[in-house]
């Protein structure tokens, strides 16, 4: 809950800040070419400070913090400084051959300006990373809070930045927003850095930098499990990459629609998905440690339960209320009609992956708990291929729009769940508990029909909902009061629905999200 609280705080802010740049720049095709420089130049963020370095180091320090806690803590030392100097190396040659392929390479104006925009954002990448690594110390120190708050301040960076240009050209505006990402990262690592320290000064005292080991036995025993880690969380940002591109292929402004219907997808992952999987590995760690199997589980249970029961209704709310939700949020300054329907289509099929995609955040855990890097991997490399030849079937064959980006990621979503469930099941037969199933049964029937009432309630008193706008004229408003309204009757009606159908059903998953007892 303290995780939960603070990634709330700061995905409140990430919502602002997307909020403006929509305002600002609408989806047009210099914002769209930030977004692919952004991700490009942040592809290593997951594997050397989140993600992958995150998942091997956990497991690794608890067992080291178990026998000797001062060793864990010299070991977390020395990584950081390994990490410090690999990466300044890593941001100067990638800079480099950036700027050397500006000379080279006949790019055309538009890749021009993503490179040139990937090399202001490149050094980003030293902030970010050592803020992962921090998280996963802060984490195991139980400082959840701190890892949930410090995006915010990146947050808050980029939504000043882009009111300050607002009215600029766009092309001249994205170099500075460029500039305030790597703003935003420092700000962000800063926030974890004071009581990163304060740990380290607590075990291993004020000499902080004496007899550090770059290639210490303890950061080779890392190596292994981080290999592992880094091809399944590589494959994983490839696949976030290749979207980008794809998108770009498809329709100029096609990064920018992925980009903020991205957002509103990731707002309940990250609220609770996220919350869950980053503080659900340290104590599965301590449980296979223990070798307390039916505590492993328990804890396991709990997560699945828990955002299967929040995600559902998710799915089917932003199906329902994806287009009213779109143009509340966003529709306004240069975010007008196109932008609000490509993104809305490019929701809609993005949430179709969204159970899946929570349930492969929280079963990562599960495998990295008792050191299997292997599964995960595997299972990132089937949904890369599979994302990889959807695309190319939807974009080149066909000649579909950016929207197919998201189907493709949503369809590789589901194949990557099922290989995972499908390995689990060899360690533990029981991966869902009898009680999970029933509960589960009921959150689908509640869910479903809240859906249905709050469809039919829209399509007789406001305007007839729109899935994956096979209409390409609704009747939207334009009137922010007008907006709320169109949003929030039928959404509250939604939300009455699931509450009052979780008490009369006794659904438990569902009553705990209302924080209803009965």
Known sequence: MRFFSGTALSRVTGMLRDMCLAFCFG???????????????????????????????????????????????????????????????????????????????????????????????????????????NSSLLQCQKHYFTVGIAPAFFN????????????????????????????????????????TLRALKSHIGNNLLSNIQLYSKDIKRLGAPLALGLLGVGATQINNGVDALFARWADPEGPAQLWFSQRLLQLPLALFGIAISGALLPPLSRSIQ??????????????????????????????????????????????????????????????????????????????????????????????????????????????????????????SSWANIFFLYSCLKKHYEQVVSPEGIIQATKVVMISVAAAVGAYMLQMFCFTTPQLFHLSKNPDLPTAFVDQVVYLAVPGLFFVAIVAVGAWIFRAKDLLVLFRIRR
């Open 27 to 133: 989806t047009h095709e210099a914002l769209a070419a930030l977004f692919v420089a952004y991700r490009l130049s942040q592809l290593a963020r997951r594997l050397f400070g989140e993600g992958a370095l995150q998942s091997a180091f956990i497991p690794l320090f608890e067992e080291m913090r178990k026998e000797e806690p001062a060793q864990a803590f010299r070991f977390f030392r020395d990584l950081t400084a390994l990490l410090v100097f690999f990466l300044i190396g890593f941001v100067l040659v990638g800079v480099g051959i950036l700027a050397l392929s500006l000379s080279w390479i006949d790019w055309s104006p538009g890749n021009t300006q993503i490179v040139q925009l990937a090399i202001i954002i490149l050094p980003s990448l030293l902030f970010i990373c050592l803020f992962g690594i």
């Open 156 to 195: 808050i960076s980029m939504a000043a930045g882009s009111i300050f240009f607002y009215g600029w050209d766009p092309n001249k505006a994205m170099p500075y927003v460029a500039a305030l990402i790597v703003v935003g990262c420092f700000m962000q690592w800063g926030v974890t850095a004071l009581p």
């Open 290 to 411: 223990a070798g307390r199997k039916e505590e492993y589980l328990g804890f396991l249970d709990f997560a699945q339960r828990r955002v299967f029961a929040l995600l559902l209704p998710c799915t089917l709310g932003l199906l329902v209320f994806g287009t009213p939700l779109i143009n509340c949020i966003f529709g306004r300054g240069d975010f007008q009609m196109h932008s609000i329907l490509t993104t809305t289509g490019c929701l809609h099929t993005y949430a179709i992956g969204l159970i899946p995609t929570g349930l492969i955040i929280v079963l990562g855990p599960a495998f990295y708990a008792f050191k299997d890097f292997k599964t995960p991997a595997i299972a990132a490399f089937i949904s890369l291929g599979l994302n990889l030849v959807l695309n190319c079937i939807f974009i080149f064959g066909l000649g579909f729009s950016a929207l197919s980006v998201a189907l493709a990621t949503s369809i």
